[in-house]
C-alpha cells in the first residue's frame, strides 16, 4: 500500500470517554500532520511530527489531546475525557522533508468523530 | 486561525463550462497549494506553485499566484461532473515560519451534467 491510512474510519463515543486514533503514513515520509475538520470549514492544523519529535502544537490542541509517533512510523492521537464540541474529521497527513517551506502532503481518508 | 479565504463559497456550472475559484491570503509565503476534498473523504493534492513562480498548469488546471495582492486562482478548464467537490487554497508560512499549511474554508464546486 502506498497511500496515507487512518483507522478507525468512524467512531461514535459518549462524552467523557477517552478515544484513540491511529494514522499510518507514507513509509519514506518524515513529517506527519494531524488537522481537525469540521462541517463547511477546511482543515485546521492540530499537531506536526518530523520523524519521532514533535515539533509543533497548536493552541487548538487542549490539555485533553495528546499526539505521540514513538518510533517515527504511525503516530496515535488520543483524546480525552471528549466533549461534544471535539466532534469533527481528524485527518493526517504524511510528506517528505524539504529543506523550507512545506511540501505537498498526502492526506488519508480521516476518521470521522461522533460524541454524543 | 485560517490565512487563506476562497471565493465564492459555492460555485454551480454546466459540464463544459470553465470554473474559475479564487483564493486571498494574508502573510507572506514560500509556496501555495490547491488541494480537491470530495464529500466525506480526504483531501487530494492538486498543484503547488511557489511564491517565484507566476502561473502553472496540470491538465485541465491552472493556478496563477500574484504575490503582490496575495492572491491565488484556480481555473478548471472543460469541467466534468467528476470535478464536483470542495477546494481548498493552503499556504505555508513564509520565511522563518511555521512548518504547517493554513487552509482557507473551500470553495464547494458542483458541475451539473
Known amino acids: 500500500d502506498t497511500g496515507v491510512s487512518q483507522d478507525p474510519r468512524h467512531k461514535i463515543t459518549k462524552r467523557g470517554q477517552n478515544v484513540t486514533f491511529r494514522c499510518d503514513p507514507i513509509?519514506?515520509?518524515?513529517?506527519l500532520y494531524w488537522y481537525r475538520q469540521t462541517l463547511g470549514q477546511g482543515p485546521e492544523f492540530l499537531t506536526y511530527?518530523?520523524?519521532?519529535?514533535?515539533?509543533?502544537k497548536s493552541r487548538l490542541l487542549s490539555d485533553r489531546f495528546s499526539a505521540e509517533r514513538p518510533k517515527g512510523s504511525f503516530s496515535t492521537l488520543e483524546i480525552q475525557r471528549t466533549e461534544q464540541g471535539d466532534s469533527a474529521m481528524y485527518l493526517c497527513?504524511?510528506?517528505?522533508?524539504?529543506?523550507?517551506?512545506?511540501?505537498?502532503?498526502?492526506f488519508g481518508p480521516g476518521t470521522r468523530l461522533t460524541v454524543l | 486561525s485560517q490565512q487563506g479565504e476562497e471565493d465564492p463559497q459555492a460555485l454551480s456550472i454546466q459540464e463544459g463550462e470553465n470554473a474559475t475559484m479564487n483564493c486571498s491570503y494574508k502573510?507572506?509565503?514560500?509556496?501555495l497549494q490547491w488541494y480537491r476534498q470530495n464529500s466525506g473523504r480526504g483531501l487530494v493534492h492538486l498543484i503547488l506553485?511557489?511564491?517565484?513562480?507566476r502561473e502553472k498548469h496540470s491538465g485541465r488546471l491552472r493556478v496563477t499566484l500574484d504575490t503582490s495582492k496575495k492572491s491565488s486562482s484556480l481555473l478548471i478548464t472543460a469541467s466534468r461532473a467528476a470535478d464536483t467537490a470542495s477546494y481548498f487554497c493552503?499556504?505555508?508560512?513564509?520565511?522563518?515560519?511555521?512548518?504547517?499549511?493554513?487552509f482557507g474554508k473551500g470553495t464547494k464546486l458542483t458541475v451539473n451534467p
Open positions: 497527513a504524511s510528506s517528505p522533508w524539504v529543506l523550507a517551506g512545506v511540501d505537498e502532503q498526502f
Open positions: 513509509s519514506e515520509h518524515n513529517r
Open positions: 511530527f518530523q520523524n519521532e519529535a514533535q515539533l509543533e
Open positions: 502573510t507572506s509565503i514560500n509556496n
Open positions: 506553485i511557489r511564491s517565484n513562480e
Open positions: 493552503a499556504t505555508d508560512a513564509g520565511q522563518g515560519g511555521s512548518e504547517k499549511l493554513v
